[in-house]
């Protein structure tokens, strides 16, 4: 069975597994670290919850097909997914990123993972004759963020994943800031798409996840191993969170979508905003590659005010839009990535990617358009 993608989003492709026979319609939460087995040399297909939990298998079986991916691996928060992929590389290895990552991902890169022996090199994957140029006979990986994170750089999906199949290494696809409702990497070449499932798809700003969705069975497998292995398989509550958060998915994307061009347009207006960053306007750089491999913009929105003093105003002053770091959630919230999300990178390359003093990150939630307005109208007054 190959539903669409709304009805996926509550049903999957309709291969749960008959768990329980009260006829349930939310799936159950599976509180219980152990499984009984019926006899000697039989198991029930669950054993142990760090290996297998029936309501962290559904949220798997969800993402997966909402991905188009053979299988989902979730753990505990997106940062625990990229450290549980981290482990499948040798020391030795070379890893080509994006130079505009989500703040937490370059830190466990260049502080944790270079332990292992890992290599990692960071360009503007928007350059694809440079990705091609800077691919070193070690490079096992090209690990990309598109639009990425503050600064909404996009990337060629399909030509990096062409890329990466001549060169014999995985394209990697952070795909948090569309999520699955607007862009499937897998569909245009990647092997693996990590999700930072605290935002989107949890959509509620009340849980941490993280999700790994793989092209093959045959990548899965390995990081089930290392998952079951190191432990941060995401808990069966917080599954369940996700798993009701997901069926709302496209309403959400939708309703917030419509705001942030509603957003982006008024703060373009405004004599104190000097440069707005959303995918979904025709005069970002990014705005045709993207409208050809998505099927929409998100709810993302940065931009660059004319002095630091109004953007301390602002974050000072909201009152519905919250100050808080994260995103994609319904409550909108707004960020100074500079000493939150990437307080942690090194001030020179911060400076030089335009994560600076003057920048502001708002994720657009779905309250109405006109207290939002109203909102930042009295935030960014004198
Ligand atoms: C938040 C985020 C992460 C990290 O996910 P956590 O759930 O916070 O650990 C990774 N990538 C992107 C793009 C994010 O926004």
């Given at each position: 069975?190959?539903?669409?993608?709304?009805?996926?989003?509550?049903?999957?492709?309709?291969?749960?597994?008959?768990?329980?026979?009260?006829?349930?319609?939310?799936?159950?939460?599976?509180?219980?670290?152990?499984?009984?087995?019926?006899?000697?040399?039989?198991?029930?297909?669950?054993?142990?919850?760090?290996?297998?939990?029936?309501?962290?298998?559904?949220?798997?079986?969800?993402?997966?097909?909402?991905?188009?991916?053979?299988?989902?691996?979730?753990?505990?928060?997106?940062?625990?997914?990229?450290?549980?992929l981290m482990e499948i590389f040798q020391p030795g290895d070379h890893i080509?990123?994006?130079?505009?990552?989500?703040?937490?991902?370059?830190?466990?890169?260049?502080?944790?993972n270079?332990?292992n022996g890992l290599e990692v090199?960071?360009?503007?994957?928007?350059?694809?004759?440079?990705?091609?140029?800077?691919?070193?006979?070690n490079t096992k990986a090209?690990f990309?963020?598109?639009?990425?994170?503050?600064?909404?750089?996009?990337?060629?999906?399909?030509?990096?994943?062409?890329?990466?199949?001549?060169?014999?290494c995985l394209?990697i696809?952070?795909?948090?800031?569309?999520?699955?409702?607007?862009?499937?990497?897998?569909?245009?070449?990647?092997?693996?798409?990590?999700?930072?499932?605290?935002?989107?798809?949890?959509?509620?700003?009340?849980?941490?996840?993280?999700?790994?969705?793989?092209?093959?069975?045959?990548?899965?497998?390995k990081?089930?191993?290392?998952?079951?292995?190191?432990?941060?398989?995401?808990?069966?509550?917080?599954?369940?969170?996700?798993?009701?958060?997901?069926?709302?998915?496209?309403?959400?994307?939708?309703?917030?979508?419509?705001?942030?061009?509603?957003?982006?347009?008024?703060?373009?207006?405004?004599?104190?905003?000097?440069?707005?960053?959303?995918?979904?306007?025709?005069?970002?750089?990014?705005?045709?590659?993207?409208?050809?491999?998505?099927?929409?913009?998100?709810?993302?929105?940065?931009?660059?005010?004319?002095?630091?003093?109004?953007?301390?105003?602002?974050?000072?002053?909201?009152?519905?839009?919250?100050?808080?770091?994260?995103?994609?959630?319904?409550?909108?919230?707004?960020?100074?990535?500079?000493?939150?999300?990437?307080?942690?990178?090194?001030?020179?390359?911060?400076?030089?990617?335009?994560?600076?003093?003057?920048?502001?990150?708002?994720?657009?939630?779905?309250?109405?358009?006109?207290?939002?307005?109203?909102?930042?109208?009295?935030?960014?007054?004198?």
């Open positions: 069975m190959d539903y669409q993608f709304n009805t996926k989003c509550l049903h999957g492709n309709n291969e749960k597994k008959p768990v329980d026979n009260t006829g349930t319609i939310s799936f159950p939460i599976y509180q219980t670290a152990t499984f009984a087995h019926p006899s000697v040399g039989n198991s029930t297909g669950y054993d142990y919850s760090r290996s297998q939990n029936p309501t962290r298998e559904q949220l798997e079986l969800i993402v997966a097909s909402l991905e188009g991916g053979a299988q989902a691996v979730a753990f505990s928060s997106g940062m625990a997914a990229v450290n549980a080509l990123a994006s130079d505009d990552l989500y703040g937490g991902t370059i830190r466990i890169f260049d502080n944790i270079i332990k090199s960071y360009i503007n994957t928007f350059d694809i004759d440079d990705v091609k140029k800077k691919l070193q006979p090209i990309v963020e598109t639009p990425t994170n503050p600064m909404m750089n996009v990337t060629d999906l399909q030509k990096v994943g062409e890329l990466a199949k001549q060169h014999d394209l696809v952070d795909n948090t800031f569309l999520s699955p409702y607007f862009q499937n990497p897998i569909a245009l070449g990647a092997d693996v798409v990590l999700h930072s499932g605290t935002k989107f798809l949890g959509g509620h700003n009340d849980t941490l996840a993280g999700l790994l969705v793989l092209a093959t069975d045959e990548l899965a497998e990081i089930r191993y290392i998952s079951k292995t190191t432990g941060a398989g995401l808990p069966p509550f917080d599954s369940w969170l996700i798993l009701r958060g997901i069926k709302t998915l496209p309403i959400r994307m939708e309703s917030q979508q419509k705001n942030a061009l509603i957003l982006a347009d008024w703060l373009e207006k405004q004599p104190k905003v000097k440069s707005v960053y959303y995918i979904g306007l025709p005069s970002h750089p990014g705005y045709e590659i993207n409208k050809k491999q998505s099927r929409g913009f998100g709810s993302m929105i940065s931009f660059h005010v004319d002095k630091e003093e109004t953007a301390v105003n602002i974050l000072n002053k909201v009152k519905l839009i919250q100050y808080a770091e994260s995103l994609g959630g319904v409550e909108s919230l707004i960020t100074y990535p500079m000493l939150q999300t990437h307080a942690d990178i090194p001030e020179d390359i911060r400076e030089e990617k335009g994560i600076n003093r003057l920048l502001l990150r708002l994720s657009v939630g779905i309250e109405d358009i006109d207290d939002l307005i109203a909102d930042l109208e009295q935030a960014i007054a004198d």
